[in-house]
């Protein structure tokens, strides 16, 4: 059973940092591509950064430069390292894998920013 837990959402003000985590199991974590996804209220899940198994990234324009994706297969997690946060990067943050089992998703961790 693949299951991929977030954690470390919460309410930081602008111009501040938070690190994201996501614990994986029932999967071959070194051999997946992993990536962190995020939604805010009213718009469409929309992918923010994505590793692959050999640890190449890749991130979407609006977080280039201010975001870090990072893999441990030693710990089954990815991270995202998130600075200098904008109250847009409010939303709720998802991880995701994809296997030839199917697309798995974690539960996801609320992300605010206050301005």
């Known amino acids: 059973q693949v299951q991929l837990v977030e954690s470390g959402g919460g309410l930081v003000q602008a111009g501040g940092s938070l690190r994201l985590s996501c614990a994986a199991s029932?999967?071959?974590?070194?051999?997946?591509?992993m990536g962190w996804y995020r939604q805010a209220p009213g718009k469409q899940r929309e992918l923010v950064a994505a590793i692959t198994s050999g640890g190449a990234t890749s991130y979407a324009d609006s977080v280039k430069g201010r975001f870090t994706i990072s893999r441990d297969n030693a710990k089954n997690t990815v991270y995202l390292e998130m600075n200098s946060l904008k109250p847009e990067d409010t939303a709720v943050y998802y991880c995701?894998?994809?296997?030839?089992?199917?697309?798995?998703w974690g539960q996801g961790t609320q992300v605010t920013v206050s301005s």
């Open positions: 029932g999967i071959i974590f070194r051999i997946n591509a």
């Open positions: 995701n894998t994809v296997s030839p089992r199917g697309v798995y």
